[in-house]
């Protein structure tokens, strides 16, 4: 691997390097498999532990009463899951959020803030390559949800992809500045200012 090229180290990145024609890449088992296979699964994941209580894979937590703090750490800064318990619904125990970036990524240094339930989830979406471009949020929502996107208040069109890993895609306007990204689940919300009233 050459410092200069980064993670492709076979394209060329120093003199004598390895050669590939056009077409696919021969994979090998000394770096490829495992290295390829760790970009495409680097995530900051979300869970609330029976032993350790709530906890951040791959990023650094902090719990604040109802507020959860999380400063992505796992390397690429693209996709942050959550896994969680949910007493509430009878259908599915476990309430599972999922969300990637396909360019850019979760602004270094910056939190992704939500609510306990999940009804919340705000990022800074930062520009990596500092043209102005779109890019696509990828999201995997729980079951029985209806959830919005806004991204500096004003909202995004959630558009279904026929991909059951992600079935919804909202498409991001980035410009030279960071974005502010609001994901709100809509229909939880609902149900609870009801209950309440009641």
């Given at each position: 691997?050459?410092?200069?090229?980064?993670?492709?180290w076979?394209?060329?990145?120093?003199?004598?390097?390895?050669?590939?024609?056009?077409?696919?890449?021969?994979?090998?088992?000394?770096?490829?498999?495992?290295?390829?296979g760790?970009?495409?699964?680097?995530?900051t994941?979300?869970?609330?532990?029976?032993?350790?209580?709530?906890?951040?894979?791959?990023?650094?937590?902090?719990?604040?009463?109802?507020?959860?703090?999380?400063?992505?750490?796992?390397?690429?800064?693209?996709?942050?899951?959550?896994?969680?318990?949910d007493?509430?619904t009878t259908?599915?125990?476990?309430?599972?959020?999922?969300?990637?970036?396909?360019?850019?990524?979760?602004?270094?240094?910056?939190?992704?803030?939500?609510?306990?339930?999940?009804?919340?989830?705000?990022?800074?979406?930062?520009?990596?390559?500092g043209?102005?471009?779109?890019?696509?949020?990828?999201?995997?929502?729980?079951?029985?949800?209806?959830?919005?996107?806004?991204?500096?208040?004003k909202?995004?069109?959630?558009?279904?992809?026929?991909?059951?890993?992600?079935?919804?895609?909202?498409e991001?306007r980035?410009?030279?500045?960071?974005?502010?990204?609001?994901?709100?689940?809509?229909?939880?919300?609902?149900?609870?200012?009801?209950?309440?009233?009641?």
């Open positions: 691997m050459s410092a200069k090229a980064g993670n492709a076979m394209g060329l990145s120093y003199p004598g390097g390895v050669m590939e024609p056009r077409g696919p890449w021969h994979y090998d088992g000394e770096i490829d498999l495992g290295f390829g760790a970009l495409r699964m680097a995530a994941v979300l869970t609330r532990d029976p032993i350790f209580d709530w906890f951040a894979y791959g990023g650094a937590l902090t719990v604040e009463e109802n507020t959860l703090r999380i400063v992505p750490r796992d390397g690429l800064r693209r996709r942050f899951y959550a896994i969680l318990d007493p509430q259908n599915s125990p476990v309430r599972r959020f999922k969300m990637e970036l396909d360019r850019d990524g979760f602004a270094a240094g910056e939190n992704i803030v939500a609510d306990k339930e999940l009804n919340k989830i705000v990022f800074t979406l930062e520009n990596r390559s043209d102005e471009h779109t890019a696509e949020l990828l999201l995997s929502l729980p079951a029985g949800t209806s959830y919005s996107v806004s991204q500096n208040g909202g995004v069109q959630l558009i279904r992809t026929g991909n059951w890993d992600y079935p919804l895609r909202a991001l980035v410009t030279s500045q960071p974005s502010k990204i609001e994901i709100v689940d809509a229909s939880r919300m609902e149900r609870r200012k009801t209950s309440q009233e009641k």
